[in-house]
T-cell receptor, first 112, second 111 residues
């Protein structure tokens, strides 16, 4: 049973560019959350998607946007990249908000 | 003051020891608690998920929640070198879907 799959695993972008990260949730999971983890820090909540709608958003600027597709997969888009956006971006899925979250291995984004 | 506090470590223990990892928090409304293990450059792996107070055991792991003290613990019995990782706690209230994570405690189990 495949867990949460994220792509790509690594990415290097130039300041000002745009990036799209992808996530396939674990089978049977319909809720997808995105987190940003800076080096040496705990993950920070970006937003959560359920039924193709953004259900809740964390303290991230509008440059961060997302989408959930009918098959529950999700994308995270970041526009106008800043050096400070360099981090590990984690996707987590769950079958319901009252269950623990299963994380993917993440996409390591480096902005130069 | 951060909502969730964890000692960053590193915590070094000999193989076979019982490990105690802790988090304190300031928001008394937190109801859902999770513990994750994260190896270097990998995503977090869910170890324990608990709701409200009490204890929960799964194999070598025991999670405790003391809401009166705003304190949660993860105990690892018979620790192994493969347990060497960063341990993250996370928690949320019932009125939100956003989990607040601690910064993690680095554990080293010495063979």
């Amino acid at each position: 049973d495949a867990g949460v799959t994220q792509s790509p695993t690594h990415l290097i972008k130039t300041r000002g560019q745009q990036v799209t990260l992808r996530c396939s949730p674990k089978s049977g999971h319909d809720t997808v959350s995105w987190y940003q983890q800076a080096l040496g820090q705990g993950p920070q909540f970006i937003f959560q998607y359920y039924e193709e709608e953004e259900r809740q958003r964390g303290n991230f600027p509008d440059r961060f946007s997302g989408h959930q597709f009918p098959n529950y997969s999700s994308e995270l888009n970041v526009n106008a990249l800043l050096l400070g956006d360099s981090a590990l971006y984690l996707c987590a899925s769950s079958p319901d908000s009252n269950y623990g979250y299963t994380f993917g291995s993440g996409t390591r984004l480096t902005v130069v | 003051q951060k909502e969730v506090e964890q000692d960053p470590g590193p915590l070094s223990v000999p193989e076979g020891a019982i490990v105690s990892l802790n988090c304190t928090y300031s928001n008394s409304a937190f109801q859902y608690f999770m513990w994750y293990r994260q190896y270097s450059r990998k995503g977090p792996e869910l170890l324990m998920y608990t709701y409200s107070s009490g204890n929960k055991e799964d194999g070598r792991f025991t999670a405790q929640v003391d809401k009166s003290s705003k304190y949660i613990s993860l105990f690892i019995r018979d620790s192994q070198p493969s347990d060497s990782a960063t341990y993250l706690c996370a928690m949320r209230t019932s009125g939100t879907y956003k989990y607040i994570f601690g910064t993690g405690t680095r554990l080293k189990v010495l063979a």
